[in-house]
């Protein structure tokens, strides 16, 4: 082989490696990049709104000076009007009047409040003195059969004053004056029930004889 065709083909072989580098260059040029996948963020309104704890129902407090039902109810009904005349700077009284709407005589009428309405107002079926209770003074005549603070030897429950009046007869009305004192300044709201014994009577209604007095 003479020197020219070894160069020759010499320069073939170089030729041929500097094509296979150019296309292997090429090659690695157009291949895609791989990049790590964008992670989706959802917008506000796709985000499914978290289950908030349901609250149970506050139960509503009873008013103050408020009075429980009496287990027993008498089918009696009556009609009760309440009159305060207690002056907002001095003691008075409230007068009630109940009249009898059945056929029935009610043997002992019992008006009963919360025994703590005795720290603003003070209830009392009469006005305390020393002829009352001096020897040899006026008799103790009385309407009123009894004034007991609960609990009583005739089921008065704890917690409550009960004041008997009577008889009422059926079709007769009965006016209780009942005297206050204040003994503090202020608004006061009561419940008042009218029962025959233990039992609590009814209204025109069918509703149990009850009332909310306020007192200015």
Known sequence: MTDGSARRMERRARGAALAALLLASTAACAAPTSSP?????????????????????TATPEPALSLPLPGEEDSRQIRIDVAPEVPADDGGRIVVTVTNLSDQRVSE??????????????????EPSQ??????????????????EGPGERGEP??????GWGPLDPAATLTIPILVTRRADGAVQFDLQVLAGEAILLLEGGEPAEM???VP
């Open 212 to 214: 909310r007095v306020s």
């Open 158 to 163: 704890a917690g409550t004053t009960s004041l």
């Open 109 to 126: 009428l019992v008006l009963r409040w919360a025994t703590d309405l005795k720290e603003t107002l003070f209830l009392a079926p009469f």
């Open 37 to 57: 996948a964008a992670s989706a963020t959802p917008s506000p309104s796709e985000v499914a709104p978290s289950a908030s704890p349901t609250q149970p129902p």
């Open 131 to 148: 002829a009352r209770i001096a020897n040899g003074g006026p008799p103790l005549l009385q309407d009123w059969t009894k004034w007991v």
